[in-house]
């Protein structure tokens, strides 16, 4: 999960747990180690490749939109799953996650409820019914 939002990653991950996700959350609060950690470099040289990725779009020193640009041009990372899970709703914003190869583009849930759902969601989705590859 790449994102600065403290109560939103903490929402997300209860909510996984919640639903039996059995998924291990690894956090970057900005793009800037959000990459660093996807590219395994420095301190994270061991750091496993996630499955998917949940991608905020509004974040300090490197937003959502550059990090997922960078991802989706990297062939080393282009084939991670990446689920624009932000705030913002505008049309502006959800076009440009298209048009920068987003895999999906959810509305953060306002509450606790509304993130199981989510959750169950993702799950069911993209750990039951879809194929991920694994390079």
Not at 6 to 31: Q, R, Y
Not at 60 to 88: A, D, F, Q, W
Request: with cysteine; hydrophobic share 40%; aromatic share 8%.
């Amino acid at each position: 999960m790449i994102d600065d939002n403290p109560t939103d990653v903490l929402l997300i991950k209860e909510a996984f747990a919640f639903c039996e996700a059995n998924s291990e959350v690894h956090v970057a609060e900005d793009g800037v180690y959000a990459l660093e950690f996807l590219q395994r470099e420095g301190e994270y040289s061991s750091a496993p490749r996630p499955d998917i990725i949940l991608l905020d779009l509004n974040m300090p020193r490197k937003g959502g939109l550059e990090v997922l640009m960078e991802l989706k041009t990297n062939p080393k990372l282009k084939t991670i799953p990446v689920i624009i899970y932000t705030s913002s709703i505008t049309q502006e914003d959800v076009k440009a996650a298209y048009d920068h190869h987003a895999n999906s583009y959810i509305r953060k849930s306002v509450n606790f409820d509304d993130c199981i759902r989510t959750a169950k969601s993702i799950k069911d989705f993209w750990f039951t019914v879809s194929i991920l590859s694994e390079s």
